[in-house]
């Protein structure tokens, strides 16, 4: 009878190891944004966040005006034009010093310039060969990377001049459970210079952090909680896993057969 009790003493407590295995020890101030946000309450946003180019972007500009044969020197094209078809336009690169090499103007300074100054300094220069010229400009490398602890991590591009952390968040399919989100890392490259900078999801502040708004090629990186460590150090989970309860079972119908 007393080995009956023990061995059912300790099949209760192979249970209880696997029931834990499998728990989770996260609680709701892990997983939950914004958490001291009240009802209706209303957070002005200061950030006035503009993006500026870079050196080694790719900037679309394309030049028109009320005389398209006037305008046409002020445009590159990749292969000519014939029967009808119009050729590629090209990007213009930012090199090392920050310029790109104009069409009839030459070399311009833009890095550090928004896309609007841009557009005036272009303007004001072209001034002498159009008349109230429109002119058009996209970047054309902006792409975001994120990284750990999310669903879909990966390289994601950007369609506009702008993107919040919490947009690109949502293009990698938001974080896993497993992501620390007191913690989240953003890296950020001022030619050449990595910036490290950390943000906390779960505070409403974050959307007065520098790194709110994300510029070209930054990286977003999420840690793991000490349950993600754990799983990670193990080769496969769901082996692992079946191999326990595959001891489990193991040992339980050796203990039964026992007696």
Request: proline letters at 3%; charged letters at 20%; hydrophobic letters at 40%.
């Amino acid at each position: 009878m007393f080995q009956k009790t023990r061995n059912f003493k300790l099949i209760v407590l192979h249970l209880v190891v696997l029931v834990f295995f499998f728990s989770s020890c996260a609680s709701r101030k892990d997983v939950v944004y914004f958490q001291d946000a009240g009802n209706f309450e209303t957070l002005v946003n200061n950030n006035g966040f503009v993006s500026k180019f870079k050196v080694d972007d790719l900037v679309s500009i394309h030049v028109s005006s009320l005389n398209p044969e006037a305008s046409v020197p002020f445009n590159l094209f990749r292969g000519a034009t014939e029967g009808g078809f119009r050729a590629e336009q090209v990007d213009y690169l930012v090199d090392q010093a920050g310029e790109i090499d104009f069409p009839v103007i030459g070399k311009l300074k833009i890095e550090g310039l928004s896309p609007d100054e841009l557009r005036v300094l272009l303007r004001d220069r072209l001034s002498e060969y159009l008349k109230d010229p429109i002119i058009n400009i996209r970047l054309g490398n902006f792409t975001v990377t994120i990284l750990g602890e999310v669903n879909r991590p990966g390289t994601y591009p950007v369609n506009g001049e702008q993107i919040t952390l919490l947009e690109a968040l949502g293009l990698a399919g938001d974080l896993t459970i497993r992501g620390v989100r007191e913690n989240v890392l953003v890296i950020r490259d001022f030619n050449g210079t990595k910036v490290y900078t950390r943000i906390d999801l779960t505070s409403k502040s974050m959307v007065k952090s520098p790194i709110y708004y994300l510029t070209q090629n930054d990286v977003v990186y999420v840690e793991p909680n000490q349950s993600g460590i754990t799983a990670s150090s193990l080769d496969n989970r769901a082996t692992i896993a079946i191999s326990i309860a595959s001891i489990l079972i193991t040992s339980t119908v050796l203990l039964l057969t026992r007696n």
